[in-house]
């Protein structure tokens, strides 16, 4: 599938506080202003549809596998960076439902809840986002009564079923960030269309950058490389088309190995 980018970008970095002076010996002079880094309330909503149960390239590994260890991952690093920051957990089917609802950064209570998520065998249908939103916005207003920020983190699974919501455009109360999970383009699916929803859902809400990942590679380094780049701080991020890391290790030259190229969508997201 071509890659689809949007018109323009989502928003570049404002930088406030910023003063230029030249007059020394013609290079230029800038401070920043310090600001508050707040920590972070996290939301994983992970999708629990019978499509989260494919079978990824690792033998006897599904998506759902691989988001758990995923999602460990993440935590434990998040938590080298700052001890501070809490996790809560949801799940999609045809809407979003409270999982753990408790936001902690209690190491062992949040691995007994990612070992407790399960997915249904039968296909949820249609993803409705605003009871999802509903419940961050609630929170996100008791995080920053504690000078917290609360992200949304949404690991969606559906190639063919683009979520829908209801949410008033000028309520951005919370960050949201979107790893989705996809099988390659064919007559019965539409990862495209599914993604540019989801581009317009983050793009509708989100308080700070929101980023976006997709693979439809079927691969869990592929998942555990970008929810590595969902570790950055919202408040300390560029705009995502300006985000160029991970660099890659091959040679610029090489051609991308079988199975690699990215069989999707957009790249500059």
Known sequence: MSSLPKDGNRGKVKMEGIEGDASVGGAGRYTLNPTRINSEDILFCVDVDSESLVEMKTAGVNRLDAIKQAILLFVNSKLSINPDHRFAFATLSKSAYWHRKEFSSDVESTIA???????????????????????????????RSQNRILRVILIYCRSSIRPHHQ?????????????????????DNCPQAVYDAL??????????????????????????????????????????DDCDIPKPLMKKSAEPANGEENVHVSTSR
């Open 113 to 143: 809840a990612v070992r407790a998520l399960s997915a249904t065998t039968v296909s949820s249908g249609q993803a409705d986002l605003t009871n999802l939103f509903r419940l961050a916005a609630h929170e996100a207003k008791k995080s």
């Open 167 to 187: 949410w008033p455009v000028n309520q951005k109360l919370f960050t949201l960030d979107v790893m989705y999970l996809h099988d390659k383009p064919g007559p």
């Open 199 to 240: 581009v317009d859902a983050l793009e509708h809400v989100s308080e700070y950058e929101g980023y976006i990942h997709e693979s439809g590679h079927g691969l869990p380094r592929t998942l555990f490389r970008f929810m590595s780049m969902l570790l950055c701080h919202p408040q300390q991020r560029c705009s995502q």
